[in-house]
């Protein structure tokens, strides 16, 4: 990990890591977050009606992108000295078991504030279709050298 | 009591609040949490984040981080391990339909984690029923760890 400011270029791509979800890994996400919720664990529930939505079968957590967003983030920002600042999201798509699930950003504009630096960039989820899944936004600081 | 190891939602679901009955602005009962190094791995596993900054003691130290922390996103476990089981939040069905977090400093091990939460909206939008929360994570020291709001759909 550097302290160094390798400046992010409106434009530049970043690629998350890609997330094969199964019913086991939404289960180990249920360990991990403490978030039982039945829509990821009980297909005899998930088989009715949610309003005016039908899901037919357990789904994985919206959260989960959220993690995969933040892993995605945290790889690329930790070795250039940055710091993660704020995380948007929005759920667009179920994801379901079999279904893989990959984060993307590219680096949307830079500011520089009174007292540090800021990049914010545009998220998305896409699963093996390439449907978009999640979308959002992030903001992310490259706090300057300490005098 | 911390609801940390209870894993059936439909327990006390008679006890949660509804949609109708939700106040906009009324302080959620919150529990306080004692975030371990083991809670906090086992959260980046399921995320695949093996980062050696959560993991490596010896290498954490060597960072501007001066020690393993938490990543950002563990305010997903810290949602439901700082509230209680009659809370809202767990209610079967309650579909999360998106949210936004700012980040101030990281949690670490042995923090104790307290939360500060409301419901601070509700609405109806396209025949589905809408709650916004609204939540605070502190350290022991009353710093702020991270804020966020959510937007959650209700069972109806």
């Given at each position: 990990m550097?302290?160094?400011y ?6 530049e791509?970043?690629e998350?890591?890609r997330f094969a979800?199964?019913?086991e890994t ?10 039982y919720n039945p ?5 005899d529930?998930?088989?009715g009606?949610f309003?005016k939505t ?5 789904i ?8 995969l967003?933040?892993?995605?983030l945290?790889?690329w920002?930790?070795?250039r000295?940055?710091v993660?600042r704020?995380?948007e ?7 379901r078991p079999g ?5 993307h950003?590219?680096?949307?504009a ?5 007292r540090s630096r800021w990049?914010s ?6 699963n093996?279709r390439g ?9 992310v600081?490259f706090?300057p050298p300490?005098? | ?8 939602f439909w327990?006390?679901a008679d006890?949660?609040k ?6 906009p602005g009324?302080p959620r009962?919150?529990?306080?949490y ?5 809670a906090i791995?086992r959260y980046?596993?399921?995320v695949?984040?093996?980062?050696p900054l959560?993991?490596d003691e010896?290498?954490a130290r060597t ?5 393993i ?6 305010h997903i476990l810290l949602m439901?391990?700082?509230?209680p089981?009659?809370d809202?939040?767990?209610s079967?069905g309650?579909?999360?339909a998106?949210q936004s977090?700012s980040y ?6 042995g923090?104790t984690i307290?939360l500060?939460?409301?419901a ?8 589905r ?13 009353n ?7 959510g937007?959650?759909i209700?069972p109806?």
């Open positions: 550097t302290a160094a390798d400046a992010p270029r409106p434009g791509a970043i998350g890591p979800v199964t019913r939404i289960r180990d996400f249920c360990d991990g977050s403490l978030d829509l990821h664990l009980d297909d529930f998930m088989r009606r309003g039908e899901f037919g079968g357990v994985m957590h919206g959260m989960t992108n959220f993690g967003i933040t892993r995605m945290t790889d920002l930790y070795p000295g940055g993660h704020r995380l999201t929005r759920w667009l798509a179920p994801v279904d893989c699930i990959q984060p950003a590219v680096v949307a830079e500011k520089t504030t009174a990049v960039l545009d998220i998305e989820v896409r093996q449907e978009q899944v999640a979308r959002g936004e992030a903001l600081e706090p300490a005098e | 009591m911390s609801a940390a190891t209870e894993s059936d327990k006390d006890l949660r509804t949609w109708d009955e939700i106040v009324e009962e919150t529990v306080p004692v975030l371990t190094l083991a791995q980046c596993r399921s695949g984040d093996l980062n959560y993991f010896a290498y960072t501007p981080w001066r020690g922390i938490a990543p950002p996103s563990i439901f391990a700082c509230t089981m009659h809202w939040m767990r079967p309650t579909i999360n998106g977090w101030n400093i990281p949690a670490r091990p923090d307290t500060q939460a409301r601070l909206d509700k609405f109806i939008k396209k025949d029923l809408f709650v916004i929360h609204d939540n605070v994570f502190f350290n022991q020291a710093e702020v760890i991270c804020s966020g709001r937007w959650t209700r109806s």
